[in-house]
């Protein structure tokens, strides 16, 4: 298994500014995901952050929108760029060790837009 | 393409009572099934996982399910519930696509457990 920590665990950010969310992990992972999950909602896979190169995005998210870095093999960056009060969700960070099958969790990071 | 259907958003149960959660999954391809927990303001935690092997899989704290090829189902099952349970489940399909393993996350179903 894998130990997720995110950085920060909560937010209130003003419209219009951004916020750089961190994910680090306890040991060298194969794949690092971010998901979003939007108030009462199940969680949606905003892209795969992949190390030495761009992420891959998934439909319906843009790196402009969603800039990611993952510069090692135990830690990424996702920011939110321009926040909207409809960029209120928890965004969740998840790794994996071999071909992305079992992935484990970060705590999330909880984004209130005003 | 790949899909996951829990058939019901809230569950109510007594505890000491089984608990049964209902997941239906689509795949084009061999898939492997996941249950995950996620506790109020808390981080998904696996329970449990099917990956082709025993086609009955257990996991913890007491939680189990079956995979039924037949039926198209995997549904999450505990003989008797405990407060602790209370919490938000969410079964899961990976499946290879594209040529990568893609999870598809089911809408969640909510547990509760009445003293």
């Known amino acids: 298994s894998a130990v997720i920590s995110q950085k920060p665990s909560r937010d209130i950010c003003q419209r219009g500014t951004s916020l750089t969310i961190q994910c680090q992990v306890d040991s060298q992972v194969t794949m690092m995901f971010w998901y979003r999950q939007q108030p009462g909602q199940s969680l949606t896979l905003i892209a795969t952050a992949n190390q030495g190169s761009e992420a891959t995005y998934e439909s319906g998210f843009v790196i402009d929108k969603f800039p990611i870095s993952r510069p090692n093999l135990t830690f990424s960056t996702l920011t939110v760029s321009n926040l909207s009060p409809e960029d209120s969700s928890i965004y969740l960070c998840?790794?994996?060790?071999?071909?992305?099958?079992?992935?484990?969790f970060g705590p999330g990071t909880r984004l209130l837009v005003l | 393409a790949q899909s996951v259907t829990q058939l019901d958003s809230h569950v109510s149960v007594s505890e000491g009572t089984p608990v049964l959660l209902r997941c239906n999954y689509s795949s084009s391809y061999s898939p492997s099934l996941f249950w995950y927990v996620q506790h109020p303001n808390k981080g998904l935690q696996l329970l449990l996982k099917y990956t082709s092997a025993a086609t009955l899989v257990k996991g913890i704290n007491g939680f189990e399910a079956e995979f039924k090829k037949s039926e198209t189902s995997f549904h999450l099952t505990k003989p008797s519930a405990h407060m602790s349970d209370a919490a938000e489940y969410f079964c899961v399909v990976s499946a290879l696509d594209t040529g990568r393993r893609a999870l598809t996350f089911g809408s969640g179903t909510r547990l509760q457990v009445q003293p």
């Open positions: 998840s790794a994996a060790k071999t071909g992305g099958e079992t992935q484990y």
